[in-house]
Each structure stands twice: as structure tokens, then as C-alpha cells.
């Protein structure tokens, strides 16, 4: 029997077969990325001017997609025990009469999705479950992906199943799932000048972001800095982008063994530090392993790892709100205090690299509070 790569389009086809595996969905619709999905999902619903109620430190392509596609972003505290949003939280964005919610499961932790979206059928509220962060997990006793009336999975560089790019639309409503195919084909195909787009603001995101609540004119280059690079928001793939997507779900499980372990690792070697974790629920699969520091050690607890070379720690996720308050100026604020002392306390631990990277994490960590 040889081992050779599925042909491109072959690799499409298995990859599909493997996330309906996975989740028990019928249709799986790949995106050029997760974003695209949101935005497709959103335009098709017909939601524009409507609100769409996304967690306050969800990743800032979530409210660019949301705001592309013509909708209200609308920023939902958090609990801060587990980083997600929860029903209790949901209670200040009902006089708004929400069209949709985008529940995450942060860092791979997952968010109580059955009360969520038991909160969503009682309202009417259309439900795309982000699971980019948690391929591969559980989520109230069903697989992360197969909730909401869609979902939504990433790929991209970095993400739990890593294809460099890439993210699939996960769906039970055929109908639904034939617009998103048709949107799709009406996109821009990925190419050297989205690449290009792509690491440019990638690099300066990166630099923005920490300084956006210290020095809020940073907040004057992000409506022109939307209208540069929106087009990275939805692009759809070539064939051949796909080739290493079905490995790369073939070893999730091992991959996911080796993150469990990394973190159980954490647990047991950083006990007595002033600095908490997140609430894990069962099911729950680890992206990154989310640290809670206090605000006046995280800047340089994190300067601490990175001058010991340990890049892979980053501080994801910034809370939202000041990026909203930019491109969106004309909309309420709203009160995220929970999200926002989160932005100024997290850390993320690598937990993919290997067990002596992460003993060195470890060591520095616990060097920098001794
Ligand atoms: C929480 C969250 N939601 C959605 C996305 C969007 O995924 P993609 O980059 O595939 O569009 C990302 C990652 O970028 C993310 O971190």
C-alpha cells in the first residue's frame, strides 16, 4: 500500500468526509477562512443594520466580518472565571433585538453552548457556534462544531489544526449551505497580493494592539487601516491549498493528547505563582493554555519571557473595544469590564511545542515571580 498525498481535489473531498466524522454535520462548506464563513453567513440571513452579538475578546477578524457584511457588532461581557460568554452575560443585549450570536469557545475552553443557544431559541436568534479554537472538542456532551444553525471551524497558522490558512462552514441546512457554496465562488482567489496584504497586517496589528488602550490616537489609523486590508475578510482557496488538510486532521487526536499533557504539565509545576488559569470544562481542548496574571506583573512578565526567547507566549485576546469604538463610532458603547480586565491580565502559554519548551516556560515563569 504507498502512502502517497491524495490528489488536490481528492484532498477536499477526505477532508470534508473527516469534519462531518468529526462533528456529525451534513454539510461542509471550506472557506478560505473562518471569517469568510461569518461574513457569507450573515449577508445571506439578510442581517444588515441588524445587531449580531459577538464576545467582547473574540478575535478582531469576528468584528470585521461582522461589520463587512453590513451588521451591528454588538460586545458581550464575559464570565471571568472561564473567559466565556454566558446567558447571565447575554441579558444586556436583549432590548436590542439581536438577529444573530457568534458564542466562541474561547481558548479551546468550551462556552456553555446548550444555555446559550436554548437563550438564542427563546429569543429567535440565529446561532453560528465559533469553534475555530476547538476543533476537535466537546461542548456540553456534543462535539465543538456540531451546535448552533452553523458553525464555524479555522485552519489558519496557528490554529489547533494548523493548514496555514483555510476554515470550513459546518452546517445541517443544505440550503443554507448551497448559498455559502455560491457567495463562495463569487470571491477573489487567495494569491501573492493577500499574502503580501496579509503579513503586512499581521505585522502591524501585532504592534498595534498593545498600545491601542495606553495611546488611544493609535485608534485613529484603524478605520483607514479597515478600508487597506477588509480584503483579507473573505478570499476562497485554490485546490491546491488544501493538500495537507486531511493529515493534519488525521493526527488531531495525538495532537490534542500532546496539548492535554503540556497542560497538565502547567498545572502541576506552577501551582504556587500569583497567576491563575481559566475554568476548563469537561471536553474542553487547549489552543493555547490561557494564564491569568495580575496587571501589575503581566507587561513584564511577558517581557521577562520573551528577552529568555520564548516567543511563543503571546496575550491574546485584546478585548474589542476599543477597535469597535473606532470603525463603528456611531454605536452605543457597552460596559465589558469583565473582557477588559481579562485583555490586561492574560497570557497564553504555548502548549503545541515540545514537553522541553514548555519545561523552559515553566522555568522562566516561575524564575520571573521568584
Ligand atoms: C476566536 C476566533 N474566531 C474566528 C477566527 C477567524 O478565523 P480565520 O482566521 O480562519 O478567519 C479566529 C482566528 O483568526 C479566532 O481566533
Redesign the pocket.
Do not use: K, P
Given at each position: 500500500m504507498s502512502h502517497r498525498k491524495p490528489r488536490r481535489s481528492a484532498s477536499k473531498l477526505l477532508a470534508s468526509q473527516k469534519l462531518r466524522d468529526l462533528t456529525g454535520r451534513q454539510h461542509i462548506v471550506l472557506a478560505g477562512?473562518?471569517?469568510a464563513g461569518i461574513w457569507s453567513l450573515l449577508r445571506i440571513l439578510g442581517f444588515q443594520d441588524r445587531w449580531v452579538l459577538i464576545p467582547a475578546n473574540?478575535?478582531y477578524?469576528?468584528l470585521w466580518a461582522v461589520l463587512h457584511s453590513g451588521s451591528k457588532p454588538f460586545l458581550v461581557d464575559i464570565d471571568p472565571q472561564t473567559g466565556n460568554i454566558t446567558p447571565d452575560t447575554l441579558a444586556a443585549a436583549l432590548p436590542y433585538q439581536p438577529a444573530a450570536i457568534i458564542p466562541?469557545h474561547?481558548y479551546g475552553l468550551s462556552a456553555p453552548i446548550a444555555d446559550l443557544y436554548a437563550w438564542a431559541r427563546d429569543h429567535a436568534v440565529f446561532v453560528i457556534e465559533?469553534a475555530?479554537?476547538a476543533v476537535g472538542g466537546q461542548a456540553d456532551g456534543q462535539p465543538a462544531g456540531s451546535w448552533g444553525d452553523a458553525s464555524i471551524f479555522?485552519f489558519?497558522q496557528g490554529k489547533l489544526v494548523d493548514n496555514d490558512i483555510g476554515?470550513a462552514v459546518l452546517t445541517d441546512d443544505q440550503r443554507l449551505a448551497a448559498e455559502v457554496e455560491r457567495l463562495f465562488a463569487g470571491l477573489p482567489t487567495w494569491d501573492n497580493h493577500l499574502a503580501d496584504l496579509t503579513d503586512q497586517w499581521n505585522q502591524i496589528y501585532w504592534a498595534l494592539h498593545q498600545y491601542e488602550a495606553e495611546n488611544p490616537r493609535i485608534l485613529e489609523l484603524y478605520p483607514p487601516l479597515f478600508e487597506m486590508f477588509r480584503d483579507l475578510i473573505c478570499y476562497r482557496l485554490p485546490d491546491a491549498s488544501w493538500l495537507g488538510l486531511p493529515e493534519a486532521l488525521q493526527n488531531l487526536t495525538a495532537n490534542l493528547q500532546h496539548r492535554a499533557r503540556m497542560a497538565a504539565l502547567y498545572d502541576r509545576m506552577l501551582p504556587d505563582i500569583p497567576a491563575q488559569t481559566l475554568d476548563r470544562p469537561a471536553g474542553s481542548v487547549l489552543w493555547r493554555y490561557p494564564l491569568r496574571v495580575p496587571v501589575e506583573h503581566r507587561n513584564g512578565l511577558l517581557r521577562h519571557l520573551w528577552q529568555n526567547n520564548l516567543t511563543e507566549v503571546t496575550r491574546w485576546y485584546p478585548s474589542l473595544r476599543y477597535m469597535r469604538a473606532a470603525l463603528a463610532p456611531h454605536l452605543p458603547p457597552q460596559d465589558t469590564p469583565h473582557a477588559d480586565r481579562l485583555d490586561v491580565s492574560i497570557i497564553n502559554l504555548p502548549v503545541h511545542v515540545k514537553r522541553a519548551a514548555i519545561l523552559r516556560t515553566i522555568n522562566a515563569v516561575r524564575r520571573y515571580f521568584a
Open positions: 477562512r473562518a471569517a473574540t478575535c477578524i469576528v466562541c474561547m465559533d475555530t479554537l479555522s489558519g476554515g
